[in-house]
């Protein structure tokens, strides 16, 4: 009952057992030896095998007439969507992660490569600057001005 409501709720399709099979399945053993109390010896005997054997039939006669093995197969999962969504969305993030990686490599190279070249203008500017302030003073004064003020 509660699969037949949810399928229904979900909008999925559901086919429903025979109520003979159901009651095949779901006989109670209390039954079968309450009738076979009041039968003597062999009879009860009898009475049980019959039991059994209508059950075998209605089992039997169900399976043969539902040959397809689709039924026997769960409709489609509930849960199978959004798992699908979930995992392309986890694939997609895996793939942007990577590119975000591969260009933080990249601005970390860069970097480094800047501070190779900024170590060299600045080694390079001092001696430029050494050598400009002897032959020009005002050089000098101008930046002590600039980088006190």
Known sequence: MIKSNLSKALGLTYKHLPPDLLDAFNHDA???????????????????????????????????????????????????????????????LEVRQQEIANKAKEVADALAQVKIVHAEVKNEYNKTLSHTSVVYPEVSFRRSVMWSG
């Open 30 to 92: 209390a039954v079968v030896s309450a009738a076979t109390r009041r039968r003597q010896n062999w009879r009860a005997v009898e009475e049980t095998h019959r039991h059994l054997a209508r059950q075998r039939d209605t089992f039997r006669n169900f399976l043969t007439a539902t040959a397809n093995p689709s039924i026997f197969s769960p409709p489609g999962s509930v849960l199978r969507d959004p798992i699908r969504a979930l995992l392309q969305s986890l694939e997609s």
